[in-house]
């Protein structure tokens, strides 16, 4: 209604001035009654009011390659790396720690499992880890007796050398009757016995080195055993071994960390969004399960339609953008880079081409599913040219137009018979009467079209010029 009642207020400020090339002064008009008439003008006062009645917005004169751009429809879609899904490592009862759609971030807890599964590894780990500690005190035992083994033996051999060499003086002096027949008998009995001792620890040497290893490989057995229990705890507590297997410090007795937890708890690896929930509290999952599953909104990919017939542009294509569609709110001229790539899959029925193309960075307006145009920048000879968004031109009877706000007063704008040139269907070029410093009404047109009919600028006779100045035909 605002729009409708401010149409007919426009005021159209009459300007004359010369043509180029031309010397004369523009004559005035009479009317029937030989009064003076306005000089005809194609510029219209668009002050805030207006501008603001009308929602009336502009859009800058851009230097664009039109010529060599292909516009392909499409929309974006969640990279396949985007979604991770948490599933249960073991049965168990599920108790969810956060809702759908909340954000998470990295550590963040999502649900926890009461399991029994879990408390048998616990179990296991603890059996694992008293035998362990048997063998790690038998091979600590073993090794004081292969000390004192040693010893001994080292000892025997001493006692047998001095007995040797006390047996061969005895004999040797058993010719002079100093020495008796029975302390000879002595001193042999006790060298034999000490050489049956010595004989007996030398028969226990290797029964103790095999004893020795036995221990060790137990110790190792066992060591490897618990190493691999707590990679598997590891694995479905999704921490590290070394942490596990430190105290606890909120433990009273100071105990391993594994032995504390009595609750499997699951945590997100990445920051993201609470796509779905697959279970409900308290509900029994078997291993395996997905429980819930979470999406990060800003890996994000565009898929779209090309023509066959382009191939081989897009092949040699060197740039490429995604553009949202015509959006209030959006500058027309917003775009991100983005990298192309040529899709695996083509439609024969349709003759056409998936295009896939990665954003360099993210936009408030990029979601999932959202409708965007992937404009590729082919290569060509062509060179850029001054465009403005298509939706600026609107058409007047058999022509169209456009208006171009008054570089000199903002608060108006000049009415321009648009001279154009190559469309892509968003942009077009226009061959005459812009600059590239120029702005043009944007939304808005179409009522200002109808104001400047309803002001008969349309005259016989006569021409505009792009600075807003009439001239009669001769």
């Given at each position: 209604?605002?729009?409708?009642?401010?149409?007919p207020?426009?005021?159209?400020v009459?300007?004359?001035?010369g043509?180029?090339?031309?010397?004369?002064?523009?004559?005035?008009?009479?009317?029937?009654?030989?009064?003076?008439?306005?000089?005809?003008?194609?510029?219209?006062?668009?002050?805030p009011?207006?501008?603001?009645?009308?929602?009336?917005?502009?859009?800058?004169?851009?230097?664009?390659e039109?010529?060599r751009?292909?516009?392909?429809?499409?929309?974006?879609?969640?990279?396949?790396?985007?979604?991770?899904?948490?599933?249960?490592?073991?049965?168990?009862?599920?108790?969810?720690?956060?809702?759908?759609?909340?954000?998470?971030?990295?550590?963040?807890?999502?649900?926890?499992?009461?399991?029994?599964?879990?408390?048998?590894?616990?179990?296991?780990?603890?059996?694992?880890?008293?035998?362990?500690?048997?063998?790690?005190?038998?091979?600590?035992?073993?090794?004081?007796l292969?000390?004192?083994?040693?010893?001994?033996?080292?000892?025997?051999?001493?006692?047998?050398?001095?007995?040797?060499?006390?047996?061969?003086?005895?004999?040797?002096?058993?010719?002079t009757?100093v020495?008796?027949?029975?302390?000879?008998?002595?001193?042999?009995?006790?060298?034999?016995?000490?050489?049956?001792?010595?004989?007996?620890?030398?028969?226990?040497?290797?029964k103790l080195?095999?004893?020795?290893?036995?221990?060790?490989?137990?110790?190792?057995a066992?060591?490897?055993?618990?190493?691999l229990?707590?990679?598997?705890?590891?694995?479905?507590?999704?921490?590290?071994?070394?942490?596990?297997?430190?105290?606890?410090?909120?433990?009273?007795?100071?105990?391993?960390?594994?032995?504390?937890?009595?609750?499997?708890?699951?945590?997100?690896?990445?920051?993201?969004?609470?796509?779905?929930?697959?279970?409900?509290?308290?509900?029994?999952?078997?291993?395996?399960?997905?429980?819930?599953?979470?999406?990060?909104?800003?890996?994000?990919?565009?898929?779209?339609?090309?023509l066959?017939?382009?191939?081989?542009k897009?092949?040699?294509?060197?740039?490429?953008?995604?553009?949202?569609?015509?959006?209030?709110?959006l500058?027309?001229?917003?775009?991100?880079?983005?990298?192309?790539?040529?899709?695996?899959?083509?439609?024969?029925?349709?003759?056409?081409?998936?295009?896939?193309a990665?954003?360099?960075?993210?936009?408030?307006?990029?979601?999932?599913g959202?409708?965007?145009?992937?404009?590729?920048?082919?290569?060509?000879?062509?060179?850029?040219?001054?465009?403005?968004?298509?939706?600026?031109?609107?058409?007047?009877?058999?022509?169209?137009?456009?208006?171009?706000?008054?570089?000199?007063?903002?608060?108006?704008?000049?009415?321009?018979?648009?001279?154009?040139?190559?469309?892509?269907?968003?942009?077009?070029?226009?061959?005459?009467?812009?600059?590239?410093?120029?702005?043009?009404?944007?939304d808005?047109?179409?009522?200002?079209?109808?104001?400047?009919?309803q002001g008969?600028?349309s005259?016989?006779?006569?021409?505009?010029?792009?600075?807003?100045?009439?001239?009669?035909?001769?």
């Amino acid at each position: 209604m605002k729009k409708k009642l401010m149409i007919p207020c426009l005021l159209l400020v009459p300007i004359g001035l010369g043509c180029e090339n031309e010397g004369k002064s523009v004559p005035t008009a009479t009317d029937s009654t030989g009064a003076a008439a306005a000089t005809p003008t194609n510029r219209v006062d668009i002050p805030p009011t207006v501008r603001e009645n009308l929602g009336i917005t502009f859009a800058k004169v851009e230097v664009r390659e039109v010529i060599r751009t292909i516009r392909v429809p499409g929309s974006f879609e969640l990279s396949p790396e985007a979604r991770r899904e948490y599933r249960t490592m073991v049965s168990g009862r599920i108790e969810l720690q956060v809702p759908q759609y909340a954000t998470v971030q990295t550590d963040a807890p999502l649900f926890s499992l009461d399991s029994p599964e879990w408390r048998e590894l616990q179990q296991r780990l603890n059996e694992t880890e008293l035998m362990l500690q048997r063998a790690q005190a038998s091979a600590g035992a073993i090794e004081p007796l292969l000390e004192a083994h040693a010893y001994h033996h080292a000892e025997l051999d001493k006692v047998i050398s001095i007995w040797t060499e006390r047996v061969n003086q005895l004999e040797a002096n058993r010719s002079t009757g100093v020495v008796t027949d029975e302390e000879f008998a002595q001193a042999r009995a006790t060298l034999a016995n000490t050489r049956t001792e010595h004989a007996e620890v030398l028969e226990d040497e290797p029964k103790l080195r095999l004893r020795q290893v036995q221990v060790e490989a137990d110790v190792n057995a066992h060591q490897e055993r618990f190493k691999l229990l707590m990679a598997n705890a590891s694995s479905l507590l999704a921490i590290p071994s070394e942490e596990l297997a430190e105290r606890a410090s909120d433990s009273p007795n100071k105990r391993s960390r594994w032995r504390e937890i009595r609750r499997i708890v699951v945590r997100a690896e990445s920051p993201g969004m609470v796509e779905s929930l697959k279970v409900t509290n308290g509900a029994w999952a078997n291993e395996g399960s997905i429980v819930l599953s979470t999406v990060q909104p800003d890996r994000l990919r565009f898929r779209g339609m090309g023509l066959q017939a382009d191939l081989p542009k897009l092949l040699n294509a060197t740039t490429a953008h995604i553009a949202p569609p015509r959006t209030p709110g959006l500058e027309i001229g917003d775009s991100v880079p983005a990298e192309l790539q040529i899709g695996l899959d083509a439609h024969p029925d349709n003759r056409t081409i998936t295009l896939i193309a990665k954003p360099a960075e993210t936009r408030s307006w990029m979601r999932a599913g959202v409708s965007a145009f992937l404009e590729v920048v082919t290569e060509g000879s062509d060179g850029k040219a001054l465009a403005i968004p298509r939706s600026a031109i609107v058409k007047d009877g058999m022509t169209h137009v456009f208006f171009r706000r008054d570089p000199k007063n903002p608060n108006q704008a000049i009415r321009i018979e648009a001279d154009m040139g190559v469309d892509d269907g968003r942009w077009v070029v226009i061959n005459s009467g812009l600059m590239r410093t120029d702005e043009v009404v944007l939304d808005g047109a179409y009522e200002l079209k109808l104001a400047t009919a309803q002001g008969g600028t349309s005259q016989i006779g006569g021409h505009f010029h792009a600075d807003g100045s009439f001239h009669d035909e001769h």
